[in-house]
């Protein structure tokens, strides 16, 4: 079966959605994990996406990926994981005089699945900051790479695939856009400035 078929989709974002159900609520531990194996897959594999991104783009500098696709990367990871602790915290609310002697408080809660949609201007990094903030709030993720840049895309799904289980985190290469009415993807985290527009 094709992996960007609709109903290979489907069943990939399913299984998104029941490892979601199953764990509803990662630990901090898990969730740190989780960075922690992006952290490697950028890490040990920063030669082969800086060849891969000059190749979808003709002739792109490595010091320019390495400083605009990596270093900003690197640190929104340092930053989730220091952070994160913090950002599972409930937070304390003013209750109303109506409702004394209770107390409120806001308890941060994952989505479950989400969608990534990346732009093709900076292919990586586009897909890993989202994706760091989707894996910190503790959801799994699919993440759309952009067809533009076809390379890039291929490595980092096939490199997700070693370093991630399937049911943390997939990608998608392309074609998502045309299947657009068989697959449906309720939560939506798209990097580019502009509105999500499908084709």
Same mark, same amino acid.
């Given at each position: 079966?094709? +992996?960007?078929?609709?109903?290979?989709?489907?069943?990939?974002?399913?299984?998104?959605?029941?490892?979601?159900?199953?764990?509803?609520?990662?630990?901090?531990?898990?969730?740190?994990?989780?960075?922690?194996?992006?952290?490697?897959?950028?890490?040990?594999?920063?030669?082969?996406?800086?060849?891969?991104?000059?190749?979808?783009?003709?002739?792109?500098?490595?010091?320019?990926?390495?400083?605009?696709?990596?270093?900003?990367?690197?640190?929104?990871?340092?930053?989730?994981?220091?952070?994160?602790?913090?950002?599972?915290?409930?937070?304390?609310?003013?209750?109303?005089?109506?409702? =004394?002697?209770?107390?409120? +408080?806001?308890?941060?809660?994952?989505?479950?699945?989400?969608?990534?949609?990346?732009?093709?201007?900076?292919?990586?990094?586009?897909?890993?900051?989202?994706?760091?903030?989707?894996?910190?709030?503790?959801?799994?993720?699919?993440?759309?790479?952009?067809?533009?840049?076809?390379?890039?895309?291929?490595?980092?799904?096939? =490199?997700?695939?070693?370093?991630?289980?399937?049911?943390?985190?997939?990608?998608?290469?392309?074609?998502?856009?045309?299947?657009?009415?068989?697959?449906?993807?309720?939560?939506?985290?798209?990097?580019?400035?502009?509105?999500?527009?499908?084709?």
């Amino acid at each position: 079966m094709d +992996q960007n078929s609709s109903d290979a989709l489907s069943a990939r974002f399913e299984a998104l959605r029941s490892a979601a159900r199953r764990d509803p609520y990662p630990s901090a531990q898990e969730r740190r994990r989780r960075l922690n194996l992006l952290d490697r897959l950028l890490r040990d594999n920063m030669a082969d996406f800086v060849a891969q991104i000059n190749a979808d783009f003709g002739n792109r500098s490595p010091y320019d990926t390495q400083a605009l696709e990596f270093f900003p990367a690197f640190d929104s990871l340092k930053h989730a994981r220091r952070k994160l602790r913090g950002w599972m915290r409930p937070q304390r609310r003013a209750t109303g005089l109506w409702f =004394l002697p209770a107390s409120s +408080q806001v308890i941060p809660q994952p989505l479950g699945a989400v969608g990534i949609v990346a732009p093709w201007n900076y292919p990586l990094l586009l897909a890993v900051a989202p994706l760091v903030d989707a894996l910190a709030a503790g959801n799994r993720v699919m993440v759309k790479m952009s067809e533009h840049a076809p390379r890039t895309a291929a490595l980092f799904a096939r =490199l997700v695939g070693e370093y991630f289980q399937p049911d943390e985190v997939s990608v998608v290469e392309a074609g998502w856009q045309s299947r657009r009415r068989s697959y449906r993807c309720p939560s939506i985290i798209c990097s580019s400035p502009g509105p999500l527009r499908w084709a």
